[in-house]
């Protein structure tokens, strides 16, 4: 199982001193959509720069415009990109081909998805490279994660790598790792703790585990 540190409340300087602490355990690094937001694809770039050998997502939930978001984030040096799994499909099949052309990688991330295990099966089918399940922030804060939905892809996917995020955290993690996705990602369960370096190691450990 791979780890995906994704930073979301922090400007470029504090995103590369986060990943210079934890960078050996991580296999990909997020640059999340409110890092985008705030500081648009030169995140992405500045990132890419400094770690060269890592991964690099670029969250950009792409929900139209498809080839052509993609074509502007791997120019930045995306290696991912998030289009969002609620779009239709021509928007995923567009973002499919440009990834091809481009040599990268594509993230449907189900967030707000309702059939989970319907679209799931249609995204798998457009070529998509990942799927990821999603509690986002407004949902984590009334109680909800993405495990059940995770169990369900991981039973109907079938070409696709599986992922999870959503407010995994050290507490959370043995709930995911039970179902056993391809791809943990987590964001502020390393990025705000006290100690991110310490807890990263501890996340590694447990999915080299629980592998
Ligand atoms: O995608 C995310 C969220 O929608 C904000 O853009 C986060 O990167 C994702 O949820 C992982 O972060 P944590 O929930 O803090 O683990």
Redesign the pocket.
């Known amino acids: 199982m791979k780890l995906q540190l994704?930073l979301?409340l922090v400007n470029i300087p504090e995103a590369i001193e986060l990943v210079k602490q934890v960078e050996e355990y991580v296999d990909i690094v997020?640059i999340?959509?409110?890092v985008i937001i705030n500081e648009g694809l030169h995140a992405v770039k500045a990132m890419k720069e400094a770690f060269p050998s890592l991964q690099v997502l670029a969250?950009l939930k792409i929900m139209d415009a498809g080839g052509y978001e993609i074509m502007k984030a791997s120019e930045a040096g995306a290696d991912i990109i998030t289009v969002l799994g609620a779009t239709d499909d021509l928007t995923i099949k567009g973002a499919v081909e440009e990834a091809r052309k481009q040599g990268k990688s594509i993230m449907v991330?189900m967030?707000n998805v309702k059939n989970i295990e319907q679209r799931a099966q249609e995204v798998d089918a457009l070529g998509v490279d990942y799927i990821c399940v999603?509690?986002?922030?407004d949902l984590?804060a009334v109680g909800k994660d993405s495990f059940e939905e995770l169990q369900t892809i991981k039973r109907v996917v079938k070409h696709a790598k599986t992922a999870v995020?959503?407010?995994?955290k050290l507490a959370t993690l043995p709930a995911a790792i039970q179902a056993q996705p391809d791809l943990v990602?987590?964001?502020?369960?390393i990025?705000t703790q006290e100690d991110p370096r310490s807890v990263a190691r501890e996340i590694r450990n447990q999915l080299n585990q629980g592998a």
Request: charged residues 15%; negative net charge; proline residues 4%.
């Open positions: 994704a979301d997020e999340g959509t409110p969250d991330d967030i999603h509690t986002g922030y984590q995020a959503g407010g995994i990602i987590v964001g502020g369960g990025a």
